[in-house]
């Protein structure tokens, strides 16, 4: 039976809603934060890979959150091709209101409203008794429906909830004016049959329930969150919340391209569509690592580097013969290029803004004239410029260009005689700064010559360096990991010398760490 909801119209059965919540759920995780102008670059990528809804943020969570939300609306949320853009919020007045401001300018808006429905939820972490959490609900979804007709309500754990109580809280929710109802597997607790069976309930037995979507959103802590994300999807629903490499709180959420690539593959066992530009997984991914700083794992499913790569004889064999005989999609199918060999020192201008295109860059006049000095550098000195050596130098140097910090020169002087000496520029809110600095290594050396320009409390607790391509010619990315009264960040880096990757690595993390020291949580933020 279709749906008729006031965002998308009628619904036919098989289609599903593919709600993204990177820029929410998946930015909670420790050292994930970005800033607004890395927010709207995710924003607009997400809309070009096909989501049909983006949950934008927390807008009561803080001042930064409140006007990214908002200016996503006004920006990407004006775009003919725009998804639904969409604000969280308990189930407070002042929370709603909020939500409310900050996605009002979108064409199309939904305000997402949550509260706690398991017994220990409700006693513990709200205090409340279950007819005011009931009350609550209604109060905020009817609040809401006053400044959209597309308001959703989730139970926040409702995989432990009690049935009954599930089954009164829907339909009470339903009768308020929701358009969605979504019950999250907050913490990763639920099995297939779980899922299977809550849906299937509340199918049978919550009047008006035929109405509204259902929608699942689930949690990766037993692994399970894409498989419940599948058996929800069997069981009658219609929207799957997912995450950009399953980024979220602790383990992470459900992964959207893991997800979608499950529904395309297996359209036999789960025939469904929806409107995900397969193609886009790739760069999406890889421009979400840029921005966070964590790459995704090498075996990660559809966009880890390892996901189409054999090294067993038998495999390579069957690959070559056939490629179905160890692929189950095609690489391209998910925006991986079958030849990574590119540019070298005499490409042009031309050759170089074509390849950014291939890539998904779009980028203006000022930065490809900053990428494009970088590429030529780095083909000066390395023999063979792939695909991923661009990458690594656009995102390092342009995507990067609205940081309070940058990386102006480093020359290091080390060896076994002295101890190393590293002279450091550094621009710092459009001033240039120098500083020189003596260390237990190079790479000490440069951090103290960094410190020293820019002081600050933040204790180094990762450092690690790999290899963007192969070969002794090879840029180095180095990831670096600051704490700073419990709050985690990650920076990464790329240049052909590995001191100054890591210099660039650490000002990342510096300029993460900034964004960090703005954002409060409020309480009872998880759904």
């Known amino acids: 039976m279709s749906v008729d909801h006031p965002s998308f119209g009628k619904l036919d059965d098989d ?79 002042e929370d ?51 400044y959209t007709d597309d308001v959703e309500w989730s ?50 037995r919550v009047p008006g329930v035929e109405k509204v979507i259902l929608s699942t959103h689930n949690h990766n802590d037993l692994g399970l969150a894409v498989a419940n994300t599948l058996a929800a999807i069997r069981a009658g629903v219609r929207q799957v919340e997912s995450t950009i490499n399953g980024i979220g709180e602790r383990a992470g959420n459900a992964s959207l391209e893991e997800a979608v690539m499950a529904i395309r593959t297996r359209n036999d066992a789960i025939p469904f569509r929806n409107n995900i530009k397969t193609t886009n997984l790739l760069r999406v991914s890889k421009l979400l690592s840029t921005i ?84 030529k550098d780095l083909a000066d000195r390395k023999k063979v410029v792939f695909d991923e050596d661009i990458v690594a130098l656009v995102d390092d140097e342009v995507m990067r260009d609205h940081a309070r910090i940058r990386f102006v020169s480093l020359d290091l002087h080390a060896g076994s005689k002295a101890p190393p000496r590293a002279e450091m520029e550094l621009e710092v809110d459009g001033v240039v700064h120098t500083s020189t600095a003596t260390g237990d290594g190079p790479v000490d050396a440069t951090f103290r010559a960094i410190q020293q320009i820019f002081p600050h409390t933040a204790n180094l607790v990762l450092f690690s360096v790999g290899a963007v391509t192969e070969g002794t010619d090879a840029q180095a990315k180095t990831t670096v990991r600051l704490e700073e009264n419990g709050k985690l960040v990650d920076g990464q880096g790329a240049d052909t010398d590995t001191i100054v990757a890591s210099a660039r690595a650490y000002i990342h993390a510096l300029n993460k760490l900034l964004v960090k020291r703005v954002r409060t949580e409020p309480a009872a933020l998880s759904a």
């Open 155 to 204: 139970a926040e754990d409702g995989t432990r909830t009690e049935p009954d109580f599930l089954c009164c809280c829907v339909e009470a929710a339903i009768r308020a004016g929701a358009t969605t109802i979504n019950i999250p597997d907050t913490v990763g607790y639920a099995l297939p049959e779980d899922i299977t069976r809550i849906f299937t309930m509340l199918r049978e």
């Open 96 to 146: 709603v209101m909020r939500a409310a401001d900050a996605v009002r300018a979108a064409k199309r808006k939904r305000i997402h409203i949550f509260i706690s429905t398991s017994p220990l939820h409700m006693k513990v972490k709200l205090r409340m008794e279950p007819e005011q959490v009931l009350e609550a609900g209604v109060a905020a979804v009817t609040l809401a429906r006053n």
């Open 15 to 93: 289609r599903i809603i593919i709600f993204d919540t990177t820029l929410r759920d998946g930015e909670q995780s420790p050292g994930f934060s970005m800033n607004l102008n890395e927010k709207i670059r995710m924003a607009e990528a997400l809309t070009e890979l096909g989501i049909d809804v983006m949950e934008a943020g927390f807008p009561i969570a803080s001042p930064g959150d409140y006007e990214s939300v908002k200016a996503i609306a006004e920006t990407v949320g004006q775009r003919d091709d725009s998804p639904v853009i969409c604000g969280l919020a308990r189930t407070g007045r």
């Open 292 to 375: 966070t700083g964590f790459d995704v794992q090498p075996n990660k499913a559809i966009v880890g580097r390892n996901a189409f790569a054999h090294e067993a004889g038998i495999h390579q064999d069957g690959v070559l013969k056939n490629a179905a005989t160890y692929e189950i999609m095609t690489p391209e199918s998910v925006g991986w290029a079958k030849n990574s060999l590119v540019l070298g020192k005499h490409s042009g201008r031309a050759a170089f803004r074509d390849k950014l295109n291939t890539l998904g860059y779009r980028i203006g006049d000022n930065q490809l004239n900053d990428a494009f000095r970088r590429f």
